[in-house]
């Protein structure tokens, strides 16, 4: 039994060493939106913004990689919804920056 507990806890340590860290910059105007980061593997990238607030949120993320191209994603979340933004890339991830800029959204769905 000890035996398995430590195999299960090597392979989780082991799944850890290989995901990549990420940078997250937040700019929010007037937007009550909690950011948390995934990585996915296989090189690919995911923030889930969380709409706290009263009013809908548009947000802006930009998701970078070392020097190549950054990804932008746009999205609309309503108030008391979550929201998953996904990026993908062709080369290894290192290190993932991620910029989040949200800002209440203009008229109505």
Not at 68 to 87: D, I, M
Request: glycine residues 8%; proline residues 5%; positive net charge.
């Amino acid at each position: 039994m000890i035996k398995r507990v430590f195999l299960l806890a090597g392979l989780l340590a082991y799944n850890q060493a290989w995901a990549f860290p990420f940078e997250v910059s937040e700019n929010f105007k007037s937007v009550e939106i909690a950011v948390d980061t995934m990585d996915l593997g296989d090189n690919t990238a995911a923030v889930s913004l969380d709409n706290h607030g009263v009013v809908a949120a548009q947000c802006r993320v930009r998701f970078r990689s070392g020097p190549g191209v950054p990804v932008n994603r746009n999205t609309r979340v309503e108030p008391g919804q979550r929201t998953h933004v996904t990026a993908g890339f062709n080369h290894q991830v290192i290190r993932m920056r991620v910029d989040v800029r949200c800002q209440p959204a203009k008229g109505g769905k």
